[in-house]
């Protein structure tokens, strides 16, 4: 039972530290955007992504018990026990790689979320009925984007396409299965990456021959975030997300 | 001969206004995106009602932008966009011929029937 609620919270970290990091890349831009209008659609992503990151910790946090809270959970770790991928920590370089490394994670996010709406776990499933609505507009938002960006002007364009080459090779990373992922597939609860990634390739493909894009052919980038091993960008964002609560323990407001 | 220079003034300054305003309709921000006026209905058996303007490059991109500006509080059920360049706006300066002659026409109010106690919100 306590393996079982041990595989569980791994998961539930490895679902929600996707969402938390993007949420935080994304939360760096709010008052930076672009335009009035696409700041605020990109913040509204952000806190949609933070909204579904409290289901998942709070019931991590009810799971593993003790002192143990969403925000204990959210800002008191060490980077080794942050299990997003690379992707998502991704610096915001310009739009284009913002644009970019949102629709990589989105058309990963949407699939992902209509397998765990069958979960066996009820939690799981009831977190990914509210979030699916969410995700569907964000890919719908940022498939937009790519085609706006990549069908654009040639810099748009070229921006586009730079962004992506960078990007790309990080979405592999999505589809390897760790072990807490096997275990949580295997009982019912968590999601076969391997059919998620046939619709993934698919909406690539699909949004890149509308946006004119090419998908790089660069060989896939060997990153283990889901194990806890991230890049030197993760020290800066947690530099940032951590600061009150390492500068004031246990400060409320 | 001071009131005079005053009354002749006045009607310069409604023609900037005038000015002002057919600008604003046509008006790109700094990258070249067109206006949109936006209109939300903000349950279902009530109209369509404007809520702002907001900058977009196509209708979809508008459409976008309205949800995530105009109904991220619940605001709405139904969005609609238009260019704002497709609105003909009545001109401030023939406001005195186009809604003067109204004001004296009381008797074009419902208001002389007797009506039966039971009906409300009349």
Known sequence: ?253 | MQKNERKKKEPQKQANLFTNYTIITNQYNMKGNPIWEVFIRSKNGLEHRHVGSLHAEDAKMAMENARDVYTRRQEGVSIWVVESKHITASNPSENGEMFDPAKDKAYRHPTFYDLPDELEHI
């Open chain 1, 1 to 253: 039972m306590e393996n079982k609620n041990k595989s569980l919270i791994d998961y539930l970290l490895i679902l929600g530290d996707n969402s938390l990091i993007l949420g935080h890349r994304l939360s760096e831009l709010c008052g930076h955007g672009p335009s009035l209008e696409t700041d605020i659609a990109l913040t509204n992503i952000s806190l949609d992504l933070f909204g579904q990151v409290r289901s998942y910790f709070q019931y991590a946090a009810e799971l593993t018990g003790g002192e143990a809270t969403e925000d204990t959970i959210a800002m008191k770790r060490v980077d080794r026990e942050y299990r997003h991928t690379w992707l998502v920590e991704q610096a915001n370089k310009d739009f284009a790689y913002v644009i970019g490394r949102q629709f990589l994670f989105d058309a990963f996010h949407l699939p992902l979320l209509e397998q765990l709406v069958n979960s066996k776990d009820e939690m799981i499933a009831a977190v990914a009925a509210k979030s699916i609505k969410e995700s569907r507009y964000h890919l719908r938002f940022s498939s937009s984007w790519m085609e706006r960006l990549g069908d654009g002007t040639q810099e748009s364009h070229q921006r586009m396409q730079t962004a992506i080459n960078d990007l790309y090779p990080f979405t592999y990373e999505f589809f390897e299965e760790t072990a807490t992922e096997k275990i949580m597939h295997e009982a019912g609860i968590g999601a076969n990456l391997k059919t998620i990634e046939t619709t993934y390739r698919q909406t690539i493909k699909d949004v890149f021959a509308k946006a004119n894009l090419e998908i790089p052919s660069a060989p896939p980038r060997k990153t283990d975030g889901k194990k806890g091993i991230h890049s030197e960008q993760l020290g800066f964002i947690l530099a940032e997300l951590q600061y009150m609560q390492r500068a004031y323990p246990n400060m409320t407001w």
